[in-house]
């Protein structure tokens, strides 16, 4: 196991609602990526944290935010839900050294499923 | 042209079969890159990164060629244990943008 914890595991929404997904980062670990893992493609960068900062955003719109707080957990809030976010969101941590090579381990996921 | 792309499969051999993947990407100033495994249903798990001179790990050999820009991953006397789906990352330079690929599904059959 990782160590990189997600919540909740599930979640089923209506379009227009919001949601907040949480993840927990890895002991030692100061950055949190987020990713959007729709089904039957890879993961796409939605955007990664370091010391409470964006530190760098993929081709998400602004509805996708974020927050990262002192303890280096994370939240990811999408708001007026549309039915193509129905995806797996998965969280992965990292300790950044300041190079794109480090390691990054990801946490279970939460499968968010919009109405 | 997507940013990295890869066959989606599935690959279907059989076990003790050498089976190979290649991963093209377009960007050039690419720097760093890597195969994670990801089993179904479950989160991605790093496999190897991948060096400019090529490198091994057990029955896993990954190799980079950025003249024709793409990475290899080569899996030896394949286990039942290696189906999964192989994803490959690629981090652009500079800013921290790493971009996946779909991924490769891989069966190995008794």
């Known amino acids: 196991e990782t160590g990189v914890t997600q919540s909740p595991t599930h979640l089923i929404k209506t379009r227009g609602q919001q949601v907040t997904l949480r993840c927990s980062s890895q002991?030692?670990?100061?950055?949190v990526s987020w990713y959007q893992q729709a089904l039957g493609q890879g993961p796409q960068f939605i955007f990664q944290y370091y010391r409470e900062e964006e530190n760098g955003r993929g081709n998400f719109p602004p509805r996708f935010s974020g927050l990262q707080f002192p303890n280096y957990s994370s939240e990811l809030n999408v708001n007026a839900l549309e039915l193509d976010d129905s995806a797996l969101y998965l969280c992965?941590?990292?300790?950044?050294?300041?190079?794109?090579?480090?390691?990054?381990?990801f946490g279970p996921g939460t499968r968010l499923t919009v109405l | 042209r997507k940013e990295v792309e890869q066959d989606p499969g599935p690959f279907n051999v059989p076990e003790g079969a050498t089976v190979a993947f290649n991963c093209t990407y377009s960007n050039s100033a690419s720097q760093s890159f890597f195969w994670y495994r990801q089993d179904c249903r479950k989160e991605p798990k790093l496999l190897m990164s991948v060096y400019s001179s090529g490198n091994e790990d057990g029955r896993f050999t990954a190799q980079l060629n950025r003249a024709s820009q793409y990475i290899s991953l080569l899996i030896r006397d394949s286990k039942l244990s290696d189906s999964a789906t192989y994803l490959c990352v690629v981090n652009r330079g500079g800013s921290y943008i790493p971009t996946f690929g779909r991924g490769t599904s891989l069966i190995v059959h008794p």
């Open positions: 002991s030692g670990h100061n950055t």
């Open positions: 992965a941590s990292s300790r950044w050294g300041g190079s794109s090579t480090d390691t990054q381990y």
